[in-house]
């Protein structure tokens, strides 16, 4: 069930209308737990299972911790160890296992020992990257200290099941969202306008943005010998047009889904193609990612502390780690690597600025060109379909090499300014005083004018999002 | 206390009214706007890719001078097995003035005819039509997955449509409830998808942004190749591109290879023809509707049955209770056996060019002895 179909309308309808009218917040929760199970299981009931599974061991997990002394830090760290190697024991074996099989024969073979390891033959379960991290992190939490165990059973369930982030995040800290499930939410917690606006911007990027640009960008991708280098430019920058609209705008619609509920999810996406460094755009593309990067595995390497090589070692190290979860392929870890690379690069550029005393910096508006000009070349490595094609791409991209004939046009260039124009006016927060202050009566008109301008230009095909595979 | 309560309660009387209107106006101003501005889009966007069936409708329309007054209406069974220059040169028709055009639409279901009659028909702004040949395809209960987002699907599934269709599901009897209203309900996103004029700007989107010559140069290349809206399978596969090409051998070579389950299928309808089958209420709905509005245009129409595995005895059915009056069946493999002879078909459902030349002149052949017979019939009565 994609957010985008008319299913999920109809189910969400549902979901809506019984979880306001329930009275008790128990029954409410109890509502939602089942509501988000029968969301997963309709498209495959039997990792059902994981899901379930996941949340019994952090739940015992949890409790352990928290029953044990603080003093006795064996047996707390047992918990954890249990915790963690259970959920990165079902990442291993659902999404890793094949690719570390592949990867190992394919270097015995180059050593010259044949070795034909058995793969499993398992698809990937939807949603495994995001759940696993959430439940760890609980887990994490409770053996630092930040965290209380979850009052009940029912309160870790829907924590890690909750439908709207449950198969595409954004990867929510269980200090943020179990307390909210303290309190029986009112219907005037719901930011209604907010969340309309919201959920209809995400619907707008998905269906109308991301579908209708996969027609040029599949073909570019699918056969990139065969075009010019004007067409690497203009591929690569719809495809960073296609992913950042498909993932932002599914975490729209989780967010806005969940506020329709009562419940509040962390942001995930700030406009990161303004950002001016490379810095600041992982401060604003997957943010709940990338905290979850900085507070689980950077900071215990050592994060910023020791000396240079060290702190570079601990940002390296991260960043491929991050590439690895996004895909169990090499691709994905190369695409860590170079913005690993850009990371170094630019804390390195600042110091040496700052060491010489220089005041001078890039213009901010160089910054933003540079920057998204490094992230799409990243991008690069992250869509294309084999490392040849990859490497054809790449080089035009960066040398302008022309390997074959055909050209994509640059006809449609105006609705890409249209498109940065309107990104820009949302970053700009100049719709905020409208969505404030409008009459009720004029904010409806609005909100019809934006629904058919969305039913009129949405890809007649419903696409799955791009970061369902992760 | 009393005032108290009699004031609190003409307080909560009055605000009911205010609460009420207050979700009710927004409510309805979104509705008002929304509607509005879709058709607004709607009139300001020119149509999607033109289809085969437009440029059908797009060449009858623009050729008043050729003066067409016979056309065949259905699915592919029509667009592939029909030859007009064969149909009006054929012998049994000379004399008859026969100018026929072919508005055969692959894929066209039984809930699809009515919307693609009323196009023919209104193409046909000097009522020149005289003969109008109708294939019926029969009634599916379900929407399948491949169509049910489809631009197609949704601009035929206006409200009649939707009754129809939702009739014919929950009609069902022999299906579970569950899979009956399942079915009925999958029929309301075409439905609101044509009230709201849903990605109809999507192609437009699309074709803004994506290189066009290629694909159009191959749009044109296989138009040109029709000959009045006629266009062999076998045509079709050497003009299109690679995925049709291959879904198209695929099929071709699937048939080859059960050509041996095909032949024994043919013996076993003649030993042992189906027995008779109820038609459907919701048919009869359509099939007399079809009848009716080429009635109201002044022509009269011929309902087909086309040479496949499954006999259509619905119509039989629909022919021997008067729903429609004219019926020409070929769906008999003792009657038309050279139909059902492998040798003259592309694939299972469909015939080679070979076949359609043979089943073209068997068709005339029978329209001219019926005409014949009831110009006979005519002469007598006088």
Known sequence: MIFTEFRFLLFFAVVFAVHWTLKENRARKIWLLLCSYYFYAAWDWRFLSLIFASTVVDHFAGSGIDRCDRADEKRRKRWL??????????LGVFKYFNFFVD?????????????????????????????????????????????????????????????????????????????????????????????????????????????????????????????????????????????????????????????????????????????????????????????????????????????????????????????????????????????GLALVVHREWRTMLERRGIGWSIPPAAGVALTFYWVGLTWIFFRATDWRSAFVIARSYLFLHSPGVKSLDLDGLYLFLLLVAAHWIAYRRWTVPFRRSAPDVLFAAVLGVIVSFISFFMASDVAPFIYFQF | MANRSIRSSSRRRNALPGAVLSVLL???????????????????????????????????????????????????????????????????????????????????RALELPHLMRRVLAADREGKLKWVFIDVEPMAWDLEDVNLATARVASYHDATTLARAVRYAVGRDSLALSVRIAAAARHLVPFFRHILSWSEGSTWLKNAIRPSGEWRRRSEELWRAHRRGYLSLESSLELADEEERGRLEERKALFE????????????????????????????????????????????????????????????????????????????????????DPDYRFDEGHLSSEGAAIYTSLLADRFGRWFHEKETKKEAAH
């Open chain 1, 103 to 339: 990867s190992g024969s394919a270097f015995l073979n180059t050593l010259g020992i044949g070795a034909t390891v058995p793969a499993l033959r398992i698809i990937l379960p939807v949603g495994i990257s995001f759940y696993t991290f959430q439940t760890m992190s609980y887990t994490i939490d409770i053996y630092r200290g930040r965290l209380r165990p979850a009052k009940s059973f029912l309160d870790l369930g829907l924590f890690v099941g909750f439908f709207p982030q449950l198969v595409a995040g954004p990867i929510v800290r269980a200090r943020d969202f179990i307390p909210q499930l303290d309190r029986l939410r009112r219907p005037a917690d719901i930011p209604f306008r907010a969340c309309a606006l919201l959920f209809l911007s995400g619907f707008l990027k998905k269906a109308c943005i991301s579908d209708n640009i996969s027609v040029v960008v599949d073909p570019y991708f699918a056969h990139p010998q065969a075009y010019d280098a004007l067409s690497a430019w203009i591929g690569v920058l719809l495809y960073s047009v296609q992913i950042y609209c498909d993932f932002s705008g599914y975490s729209d619609m989780a967010i806005a889904t969940a506020g329709f509920l009562g419940y509040r999810l962390c942001d995930n996406f700030a406009h990161p193609y303004f950002s001016g460094s490379i810095q600041e755009f992982w401060r604003r593309w997957h943010i709940s990612l990338s905290t979850w990067l900085r507070d689980y595995p950077y900071i215990p390497l050592g994060g910023g502390r020791g000396s240079k090589l060290f702190r570079y070692r601990n940002l390296m190290l991260t960043m491929l780690l991050g590439g690895l979860w996004h895909g169990a392929a090499w691709r994905f870890v190369i695409w860590g690597g170079l913005h």
């Open chain 1, 81 to 90: 160890l249990l915790s963690v190697l259970c959920n990165l024991g079902l």
């Open chain 2, 26 to 108: 927004p409510a309805g101003v979104f509705a008002a706007s929304l509607f509005a501005f879709s058709s607004i889009l709607s009139r300001s966007f020119p149509p999607g890719n033109p289809t085969i069936f437009d440029r059908k409708i797009a060449q009858f329309s623009a050729s008043d001078g050729e003066r067409y007054n016979t056309v065949f209406v259905g699915s592919s069974r029509v667009y592939r097995h029909l030859i007009p220059v064969l149909f009006d040169e054929a012998p049994a028709l000379s004399g008859l003035g026969i100018r026929s055009y072919n508005f055969g639409y692959y894929g066209s």
């Open chain 2, 257 to 340: 290879k059960k050509r041996g389950k095909f032949l024994r299928n043919v013996r076993r309808l003649r030993s042992e023809p189906p027995g008779e089958a109820d038609l459907d209420r919701v048919m009869v709905d359509v099939l007399a509707k079809l009848d009716r509005m080429v009635r109201d245009h002044g022509a009269t129409a011929i309902f087909i049955s086309n040479p496949i595995l499954r006999p259509r005895n619905d119509l039989k059915i629909a022919h021997e209770t008067d729903v429609i009056e004219n019926f020409f069946p070929f769906d008999d493999p003792d009657s038309c056996a050279v139909l059902f």
